[in-house]
T-cell receptor, first 114, second 110 residues
Framework: GAVVSQHPSWVICKSGTSVKIECRSLDFQATTMFWYRQFPKQSLMLMATSNEGSKATYEQGVEKDKFLINHASLTLSTLTVTSAHPEDSSFYIC??????????FGPGTRLLVL | GIQVEQSPPDLILQEGANSTLRCNFSDSVNNLQWFHQNPWGQLINLFYIPSGTKQNGRLSATTVATERYSLLYISSSQTTDSGVYFCAAALTGTASKLTFGTGTRLQVTL
């Protein structure tokens, strides 16, 4: 149990385009979903927290107009990187938690902006 | 916010050896998790352990919340144990907003 999927796993795009990443909890209802970013050989940094049906809470320094998060249902959250630039290239990972405190992580999405 | 530090940063073991990874955190926590990140980037839950001791096969973990540290023990290491081990903690009352440690990069050789 507790499986989280992400799609796509890889995306390459041109500078200026927008990219949408989906995060799904497959076998449980996720009351809260989290989005992280990881640069090579570094730790994970929390970008935002989202609860189903409400606006996401962004961490300090994360541009909410750049990284749009929608948590439309108890099993789906999306992260849209708007007008992507090369500095947005990174590994984006989502996680989901249900009634318990444990977070379960998706496999991640590697974004390369050319 | 909470500070989470891990040691050692890098570790090379021969297959079959045992090891202890340490995680120190700066404040009271109500959530402490250990993860293994495999070479493809997938984070695998190892333990949810805000306090006490748990064991799962060759792995075990102990958290001493009053002294603000957690330990992950790996016994009889295998090459498949290679990867990065992260601990992550959430402050009491912050709805599981995890702060990740710096990680320990483990390489197990034959």
């Amino acid at each position: 149990g507790a499986v989280v999927s992400q799609h796509p796993s890889w995306v390459i795009c041109k500078s200026g385009t927008s990219v949408k990443i989906e995060c799904r909890s497959l076998d449980f209802q996720a009351t809260t979903m989290f989005w992280y970013r990881q640069f090579p050989k570094q730790s994970l940094m929390l970008m935002a927290t989202s609860n189903e049906g409400s606006k996401a809470t962004y961490e300090q320094g994360v541009e909410k107009d750049k990284f749009l998060i929608n948590h439309a249902s108890l099993t789906l959250s999306t992260l849209t990187v708007t007008s992507a630039h090369p500095e947005d290239s990174s590994f984006y990972i989502c996680s989901a938690s249900g009634m318990q405190e444990t977070q379960y992580f998706g496999p991640g999405t590697r974004l390369l902006v050319l | 916010g909470i500070q989470v530090e891990q040691s050692p940063p890098d570790l090379i073991l021969q297959e079959g050896a045992n090891s202890t990874l340490r995680c120190n955190f700066s404040d009271s926590v109500n959530n402490l998790q250990w993860f293994h990140q495999n070479p493809w980037g997938q984070l695998i839950n190892l333990f949810y352990i805000p306090s006490g001791t748990k064991q799962n096969g060759r792995l075990s973990a102990t958290t001493v919340a009053t002294e603000r540290y957690s330990l992950l023990y790996i016994s009889s290491s295998q090459t498949t144990d290679s990867g990065v081990y992260f601990c992550a903690a959430a402050l009491t009352g912050t709805a599981s907003k995890l702060t990740f440690g710096t990680g320990t990069r483990l390489q197990v050789t034959l």
